[in-house]
């Protein structure tokens, strides 16, 4: 059954081809060719210079507001004719010689602020630990304020959204202190 339909399709291909190809050879026959004439080449017209994506989009704004907009393009600079409306480019580039910086820091500098470094972190570290037990603090009271109100005195709802709020502000402190400095 494969091969039928195989072969009915390979036909329906073919015969179209075939019935082209043998009306071309005989027109072919028909007609007899005439003396060719040389043809002069003409060089096609200069393509117009496509502008940028952000020159068309320039070009095509139009703005309201009475002053002339100059949007600068190969073709303004071209009209212009001042000497220095181009852009240069060079196939080799000069070395550049930078000089040495002869004033390199001594290890009694680089000790010096090693020692300074090592105050600031500690400094830091001392604010964030205080910071943190504030913090720890404050939730203590919180959940002791709660637990003396007794289960009828005080929302609950409130209270566990402070505690959970002070919970996310640590959370954060936390978050904060672990970061780099930039």
């Known amino acids: ?12 291909v073919a015969l179209p081809l075939i019935a082209q190809q043998q009306q071309q050879t005989t027109t072919a026959k028909e ?21 940028s994506p952000l020159v068309a989009a320039a070009k095509k704004t139009k703005k309201s507001s ?9 073709d303004t600079l071209a009209k212009e004719g001042s ?18 910086n002869s004033e390199a820091p001594s290890e009694e500098q680089i000790r010096a602020k090693e020692r300074a470094q090592k105050a600031h972190d500690e ?9 943190a037990e504030k913090m720890d603090k404050k939730m203590h009271a919180a959940a ?13 709802a409130a209270t566990e959204k402070m505690l959970e709020e002070l919970a996310k502000q640590k959370q954060e402190q936390q978050q904060q202190n672990q970061k780099p400095p930039m």
């Open 31 to 51: 007609e007899p060719k005439p003396a060719e004439q040389p043809k002069k080449v003409v060089p096609p017209p200069p393509a117009p210079a496509v502008d």
């Open 1 to 12: 059954m494969k091969r039928i339909v195989l072969f009915i399709a390979a036909a329906v």
């Open 66 to 74: 009475g002053k002339k907009v100059i949007v600068i393009t190969n």
């Open 83 to 100: 000497s220095n409306a181009h852009i240069t480019t060079t196939n080799s580039q000069a070395p550049v010689y930078v000089p040495v």
């Open 123 to 131: 400094r830091v570290a001392e604010q964030q630990k205080k910071a």
């Open 144 to 156: 002791a304020q709660r637990d003396d109100a007794g289960p009828y005195e005080d929302d609950p």
